[in-house]
């Protein structure tokens, strides 16, 4: 109990840091990542062929690459200059998306195709018929494996203390320099997470419950 | 040529991640130089540690591996080079031994106290600073060396001239440290996020040499070791704003052989062998060494 009164400051400063960067980068990686799905179903050739590689490229490199992209590489191109919670923002909301892509999509492949062909059918182009029928039918299918991306990404937050942005992750280098146990620190950080976990857990719960569908 | 400095540094990034990034390699301390007379029968009355020593016939000396200019190890060579190592193989030759008979030993900077209580090292010698908590679990000789927090900055640069100047600036030292913590608590460097915190000081010097930060700040014998590895680029400011005495960690009690290596670092103030090793580390970053005034008890 000791490390976290005599720190008190240190977690709550760095933690409110946590959750900046997961509500930025959440709200980013969902709209990006439905847009991405959007992408992957379209009758457009070209526009499946760049959803699809941007999801293999993105998905399969590790988040501590994206990372050292941005804030090492991603300079030298000299386009628009990022401070480090921005660079952060970006890494985390490229990288989460290219899995909200992948859990939208396979919500979409749960709407039978049959809803898709009755709507053109009815006249509407391909982005109404996605908006209004298939969509909603595909999110709430997904609430479990999206959370579950969300509850991944809060997590991933802590990747950005090694690029100069002060969050839960760089809470044990802090103490070890305070002359802190850092093992007990480190207790209270993950005890934090799961805290913070709770309410999306919670979250999914109400969800599921509100827009379950009966088949 | 975007493109190709692109390409680099992903190369350099990569690099970093799997752990051998190694810049600053340029710190070669010339053939000659850190080779000492060894000293014949030398006698400790009444040291446990050296007669451990002695039965052994080799000394196993820790040290550090990931500082440029003073405790590093290349990751080619596996030969450890810098201004500490030069002082642990003066001390070994002064106990008795050269430098085929001792082993390097890397001990990182959380796990020191133990190492030297553990009896895994003989000493240590590797940017240890003398503290009243850590002299209850190990004891020091010295201090070799008196370091404080300074800031490296660019060769060219001329506004930067002390800790009172650096207000606005970016400044780069490593995630969570203590010198990232006295420019935000002293209020030199305002707003927060001008204070740049990375992984490591090589990742700092590389954003300095970008020049996407103004400065990089930690002890002043770090940031020399940097700039002794590339003098016509960086430069260490010389205005320190904190003390640090680096000090030779020892078993605790072993007053015997730590009267001894006071003995020997004294002796090494007085017959230019101080600077010497000063002279081929350190030195070549351009700034100056003082003499420190060490603290017997």
């Keep these: ?215 | 040529m975007r493109v190709r400095t692109l390409a680099a540094v992903l190369l350099a990034g990569g690099l970093a991640l799997t752990a051998c990034g190694k810049e600053g390699t340029g710190t070669d301390t010339g053939a000659p130089a850190g080779v000492f007379d060894v000293a014949k029968d030398v006698k400790v009355e009444g040291s446990p540690t050296f007669e451990k020593i002695k039965a052994r016939g080799s000394l196993v000396v820790g040290v550090k591996e990931d500082q440029p200019g003073l405790g590093y190890k290349d990751p080619t060579t596996n030969k450890y080079t810098g201004f500490d190592i030069d002082m642990a193989k003066l001390i070994a030759a002064q106990l008795g031994f050269a430098e085929d008979k001792i082993q390097f030993k890397t001990i990182q900077s959380a796990a020191r106290e133990q190492a030297i209580i553990n009896g895994d090292v003989d000493y240590y010698v590797g940017t240890y600073s003398i503290t009243a908590a850590r002299k209850e679990k190990v004891s020091f000789a010295g201090p070799y060396y008196i370091a404080g927090q300074d800031l490296l900055v660019k060769k060219d640069n001329t506004d930067i001239k002390g800790p009172d100047t650096i207000k606005s600036k970016k400044v780069c030292s490593v995630t969570g440290s203590t010198p990232a913590k006295l420019l935000r608590d002293k209020k030199l460097v305002e707003p927060d996020a001008n204070v740049v915190e990375l992984q490591s000081y090589s990742l700092c010097v590389t954003k300095l040499l970008d020049g996407e930060v103004d400065a990089v700040s930690t002890d002043d014998a770090i940031l020399k070791g940097y700039a002794a590895a590339e003098p016509d680029k960086l430069k260490v400011v010389g205005q320190t704003f904190s003390t640090e005495k680096y000090g030779i960690g020892l078993p605790k009690d072993d007053k015997a052989l730590r009267d001894k290596v006071n003995e020997i670092l004294e002796k090494s103030l007085s017959d230019g062998k101080w600077d010497e090793i000063y002279k081929n580390t350190l030195g070549k970053s351009g700034s100056e060494g003082k003499h420190p005034t060490l603290e017997k008890y």
């Design chain 1, 1 to 215: 109990m000791g490390v976290l009164t005599r720190n008190i400051d240190l977690f709550v400063h760095h933690f409110a840091n946590t959750l900046k960067l997961f509500a930025v980068s959440g709200i980013a990686s969902l709209l990006l990542g439905i847009f991405l799905a959007m992408l992957r179903v379209s009758p457009v050739p070209v526009f499946r062929g760049a959803g699809t590689l941007y999801v293999t490229v993105v998905r399969n490199t590790p988040l501590t690459l994206v990372f050292v992209f941005f804030v090492f590489a991603y300079p030298y191109l000299e386009i628009i200059k990022f401070e480090f919670f921005t660079a952060a923002v970006v890494a985390l909301s490229l990288y989460t998306s290219a899995f909200v892509c992948e859990v939208v999509r396979s919500g979409i492949n749960t709407v039978p195709v049959g809803q898709a062909e009755a709507s053109r059918a009815l006249g509407l182009t391909f982005t109404q018929m996605l908006g209004s029928i298939v969509l909603p039918q595909a999110l709430r299918s997904v609430v479990p494996p999206m959370v579950s991306t969300f509850i991944a990404l809060l997590k991933n937050t802590t990747v950005a203390a090694g690029f100069s942005v002060r969050e839960a992750g760089a809470i044990r280098d802090a103490l070890s320099e305070l002359g802190e146990d850092t093992l007990t620190g480190m207790l209270w950080v993950a005890a934090i997470f799961v805290l913070l976990v709770m309410p999306l857990t919670y979250l999914q719960r109400v969800l599921e419950k509100r827009w379950s569908v009966a088949r």
